[in-house]
């Protein structure tokens, strides 16, 4: 039996926006701080401090044993690296995943986001990096696009994969869509019902119904697409040390449309190049 969607009511998407706002301003300061010969560790205790700041707790440190409030993956590094000594250098492609929760009404409302940087900015790196960052934060605002467009969850994957055949041509190389590591509902866990998979998939997908809030996540490589883990348990490279790059957003999926929680502008910016107006909670 597949678990059970939890649908959230106006007021508890409002406590989950508390949350997200915790994790955008985690973004902000790491933005910020990401320069050459910053150190992943400093990092992490950027997020560490903001965390504290707003009076939130982490939900990534601690979690099945993760030893960070952040996970920094550096160019071949897929998902869930570890903050190190490593030193950031210029053009290299760091996706910081951030989480976040807040204690409301005797219970714990999730927030999860990640955004990729370029040490230095985009003249500091190679056009691949600058392609490869450029087409996976588009892939997702596809993703989210179809939250609002679309009638199924299946339709994330399905505007994913048309942003990358649409661009390959262009690009005159197809990134490799990691299949390993989905988006997902979320909610009084970080981790809830339903999958959102970020590629075509067969088979009926649960319907988009008000009061689902989940978290769309493209994560695309350079190269191939296989991955493997380090002995760490946690740290996942490309076999092929190929670039990886991974853009997540949480939204909501509301009455009147779509928020997108940890975004500051509510999703506004991303969403009005796919003819999407962001719902603003009063």
Known sequence: MKPKIDYKTREQVAYMREAGLVVADIHARLAEACQPGVRLVDLDAIS?????????????????????????????????????????????????????????????????????????????????????????????????????????????????????????????????IVEEFIGHGIGRSMHEAPDVLNYRAHGRQPKLKPGMVVCVEPILTRGSADVTTLPDGWTVKTRDHSLACHWEHEVAILDDGIAVLTAPDWGASGLAEWGVTAVVLD
């Open 48 to 176: 560490e401090q903001t965390i504290k700041e707003h009076g939130a707790r982490s939900n990534f440190k601690g979690y099945y044993g993760y030893p960070a409030t952040v996970c920094i993956s550096v160019n071949d590094t897929v998902v869930h690296g570890i903050p190190d000594e490593y030193r950031l250098r210029e053009g290299d492609l760091v996706s910081f995943d951030c989480g976040a929760y807040v204690e409301r009404a005797g219970e714990q409302w999730h927030a999860d986001a990640c955004f990729t940087a370029i040490v230095g900015g985009a003249p500091a790196a190679s056009a691949d990096v600058r392609d490869l960052d450029a087409l996976t934060r588009r892939a997702m605002w596809a993703g989210i696009a179809a939250l609002a467009k679309g009638k199924r969850i299946g339709d994330v994957g399905e505007a994913v994969e048309d942003v990358i055949d649409e661009a390959t041509p262009v690009l005159g190389w197809q990134a490799g």
